[in-house]
């Protein structure tokens, strides 16, 4: 699931994924690896085929749970009903999402099946509960179709509150990939002098810290500067303060 978000473009639902992968990794009954048909069903969904992806999902659910192989049962059905949701299988699944690590998947079910009832109350509250997990690109998918349903139903006020928080989650989205972004192109020394000069400290104090000169510490500054826009020491200060985030 991991593979298929990051393919999709949505890394902050693919971290989540990972995280939770690396709880389950020592689980017993481990998920067995050599069964092609999970690198089959990844690239078939990716390809956007993606009932014939969750078809094959289905089935290695079936197969691994005949073989004894709970773990890998559980991810391979909600693998299928992440890349198509089918109510029947849903069904099915109890206590997987405990098994699995709890919470996210419980709520990413959720938000499967009020998705798939067209219930606007029930998919803001899931997208409300993807966000909270910290899962952002799928919360900001469910905020949107919450609001286009709301409006369906004729309630604009709760359609306008959730393109708020649409907005409000794009817009966090968004600051966090210029963040990144800035912070990856300084380099170490350069964010190393970013936050000595949040700690108040002048040109000359920092280039008695680092052994440098005070000529090379002017430098550095002038390309943080260049790279990140900041044009005074109070713009570097906020820079720095983003980055602890």
């Known amino acids: 699931m991991a593979v298929i978000s990051t393919r999709a473009g949505h890394e902050s639902a693919a971290s989540g994924y990972r995280e939770h ?27 956007g085929a993606t009932e014939i992806a ?13 073989r004894g192989y709970g773990l890998a049962a559980d991810l391979a059905m909600l693998a299928s009903l992440y890349i198509h949701y089918d109510p029947e299988l849903a069904a099915q699944v109890a206590d997987p999402p405990q098994r699995l690590g709890g919470s996210m998947y419980e709520i990413f079910l959720e938000a499967r099946a009020a998705a798939h009832a067209q219930d606007p109350a029930r998919v803001e509250a899931a997208a409300r509960g993807l966000r909270s997990e910290g899962m952002a690109a799928e919360a900001l998918k469910y905020f949107n179709l919450a609001a286009h349903l709301y409006r369906d139903h004729g309630d604009n006020d709760r359609a306008a509150a959730c393109r708020e928080a649409a ?11 210029r963040r990144d972004r800035t912070a990856m192109l300084l380099t170490p020394r350069e964010r190393e002098i970013v936050q000595l000069i949040a700690a108040d400290m002048s040109n000359g104090d920092i ?24 044009s005074t020491r109070g713009e570097i200060v906020a820079l720095a303060s983003t980055n602890k985030r």
């Open 21 to 47: 992968a690396a709880q389950i990794a020592g689980a017993s009954d481990g998920m067995v690896l050599s069964d092609l048909r999970w690198t089959e069903a990844f690239s078939v969904a990716v390809s």
């Open 54 to 66: 969750a078809e094959i999902f289905a089935e290695v659910t079936r197969d691994a749970r005949r």
């Open 167 to 177: 907005r409000e989650l794009a817009d966090t989205n968004v600051r966090r990939t």
């Open 207 to 230: 280039a008695a810290k680092l052994v440098l000169s005070v000529r090379t510490v002017e430098n550095h500054i002038r390309n943080i500067r260049r790279k990140t826009g900041a």
